[in-house]
């Protein structure tokens, strides 16, 4: 899994350190995407810099996308065409009030095959409910 890793970060021109291959697993193994904070909390030993700083570098190397929800960022993995100059992330991020989490439903998309005159490079769609699970469990 570690040589796979390696390899998905060398693709998107980024050094596979220990410290970028831990939060690349770790991301990946997450429904929802998570704040800063919540990625910190699992490395309880890790410098939250360092972190930090691994989430800015996948974020502009096209590995993850960010999720402005209030006054939080979260973080969720990108899919591998994603790039440098292009987050193909025009889906809906769905925030549940009752559990909190926030996903990403793929399956309600922004169409890419728009005609335009303009090259758009990034699309933010962000709803607010409850997710069905928690509408789920209520009835």
């Not at 809906?92 to 095959?113: A, G, N, R, W």
Request: aromatic letters at 10%; hydrophobic letters at 30%; one cysteine or more.
């Amino acid at each position: 899994m570690k040589q796979k890793i390696e390899n998905k970060l060398i693709d998107k021109n980024t050094k596979p350190t220990s410290m970028r291959i831990l939060v690349y697993d770790f991301l990946s193994s997450q429904e929802a995407a998570l704040s800063l904070s919540e990625i910190e909390n699992y490395f309880e030993n890790a410098d939250r810099t360092t972190i930090y700083r691994t989430l800015k570098t996948f974020e502009e190397k096209g590995i993850v996308h960010s999720i402005q929800e209030n006054s939080t960022t979260k973080y969720k993995l990108c899919h591998d065409d994603c790039n440098e100059e292009t987050h193909k992330d025009w889906h809906l991020h769905f925030y549940c009030k009752i559990c909190k989490q926030t996903t990403c439903k793929e399956d309600i998309s922004f169409p890419e095959s728009m005609k335009t005159n303009f090259r758009i490079d990034e699309i933010r769609l962000f709803a607010k409910g409850i997710c069905e699970n928690c509408l789920e469990s209520l009835q």
